[in-house]
């Protein structure tokens, strides 16, 4: 056996784990996913990195601890409260750690699986688990990269004969964001104050923002940085990329429409940016390649890759407002759709000499789909508030109200076995008076 077999062998759709909820097919953790996040728990409140499967957590540093995992570096990197100095081991080490964990975890290996004392040390139960911010984020950068989407809000505010401008299909267009706000699932949102501009009113008026909404996106955590001056190729950018998360990128349309223009949004993207809290390594996904969308016309050379890129990650969005018990689903759609490559939007960033770090946090912009009810945005699925959506429970909504609980999911189907991202959750409350 070879590093590279080995590896390999963590994808076997046929390996199964002792622990049992992590083989129902519709899980999303299963062993052959092993995301990596921070928790704590009601044991042990000292955050440290874990890796889920099923309904539980592995615990990464009680593991070491016991010898049952090796690290290439004695560098205590797994009772930190990010993944960052993990993830800084690089490429050989997560997979050196993945390979270790689907040996242990498979059902035929019995060194936790008969070990009682053993096992009570090393999981915990997700459900008496705190998740965290899983990397500590040097910098934030979105990018706008579905085709659908761009063409949607190119109709809705431009021309919808000529809604994508010139540079859009040149190269994958973005803007630095703000890694401050970044917070994980589960964080409530308060909805922003700004300056909105109503149109039968020469100035702004200063409120709380009337058109909240989500967008569905992926995110990508730099797995290993560039130095500044020296771009990263093509060709070579996944090796650069430790895994992906979901992102909601919350905006303020109304502060937005005002502020745009000349330097792009501001404020009503700066409020909250919430992603998900486990890691899916790019290794796990691996199965999941798919080719890209035809690019027309051929991007210029430093933006050109060999093979496919693309991933097939379903992915939904759900509204529950406050008093509901039920959630609507309100968006269905695909990462595959997207029409620039996680590798070109690293390459295009770094092009221009621009240095990345362990940990930056890349947005693929807003997803949508070809059809209907696979807009990321409600600013699309209403298009611009015009035609509001039908609730199950709740009544209608144009865009978000307080108290709604907005929930994205994502997960790649296997045959008999799930690679998911679980979920990315937020609350609104409502606006400082
Ligand atoms: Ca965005």
Redesign the pocket.
């Known amino acids: 056996m070879n590093a590279l077999s080995d590896l390999q062998a963590t994808l076997d759709p046929s390996r199964k784990s002792w622990i049992e909820s992590a083989n129902d097919s519709t899980q999303d953790f299963s062993i052959q996913n092993l995301p990596f996040g921070i928790f704590s728990d009601t044991r042990d409140a000292t955050r440290r990195v874990g890796v889920a499967i099923g309904d539980e957590i592995v615990d990464l540093a009680a593991l070491q601890a016991e010898g049952l995992l090796k690290l290439p570096s004695k560098a205590d990197v797994l009772t930190r409260d990010t993944l960052n100095e993990f993830i800084a081991l690089g490429r050989d080490a997560w997979r050196s750690v993945r390979v270790q964990l689907s040996t242990l975890l498979a059902r035929d290996t019995a060194t936790l699986r008969d070990d009682t004392a053993l096992r009570s040390k090393v999981l915990v139960r997700q459900a008496d688990a705190q998740l965290h911010l899983p990397v500590q984020i040097p910098g934030y950068t979105?990018?706008?990269s579905s085709k659908e989407h761009a063409t949607n809000v190119g109709s809705m505010f431009r021309d919808p004969k000529n809604a994508l401008l010139p540079n859009w299909s040149e190269m994958p267009i973005g803007y630095n964001g703000r890694p401050s706000s970044v917070v994980v699932s589960g964080t409530p949102v308060r909805r922003p104050n700004g300056q909105l501009k109503l149109p039968d009113q020469e100035r702004p008026v200063f409120g709380a923002c009337r058109k909240l909404d989500i967008?569905l996106?992926t995110g990508f955590v730099i797995g290993a940085g560039n130095a500044l001056g020296e771009p990263v190729a093509c060709a070579d950018a996944e090796a650069h990329i430790f895994g992906m998360v979901l992102l909601n990128?919350w905006?303020a349309r109304d502060i937005q429409q005002w502020e745009y223009v000349p330097l792009g949004?501001f404020n009503a993207?700066t409020f909250a940016t919430t992603i998900s809290p486990w890691i899916v390594t790019l290794d796990a996904l691996e199965p999941f390649r798919v080719a890209q969308p035809v690019q027309e016309p051929q991007p210029l050379a430093y933006l050109r890759h060999d093979g496919e890129h693309a991933f097939d990650i379903t992915l939904e969005v759900t509204l529950r407002p406050q008093q509901a018990k039920q959630a609507s689903t309100i968006s269905r759609t695909n990462f595959k759709h997207m029409y620039w490559t996680m590798a070109q939007q690293l390459a295009h960033h770094t092009v221009s000499g621009c240095n990345t770090r362990v940990g930056d946090l890349m947005?693929s912009?807003?997803i949508s789909g070809p059809t209907e009810d696979s807009c990321g945005s409600l600013l699309e699925s209403t298009w611009n508030g015009s035609k509001p959506l039908t609730l199950q429970e709740g009544g209608s909504r144009s865009f978000i109200e307080d108290g709604d609980e907005l929930t994205l999911s994502g997960w790649c189907q296997g045959v008999g076995y799930r690679v998911g991202f679980g979920t990315c959750v937020g609350e609104i409350l409502p606006a400082l008076s």
């Open positions: 979105d990018f706008y967008e996106e990128d905006s949004p993207k947005g912009g807003t």
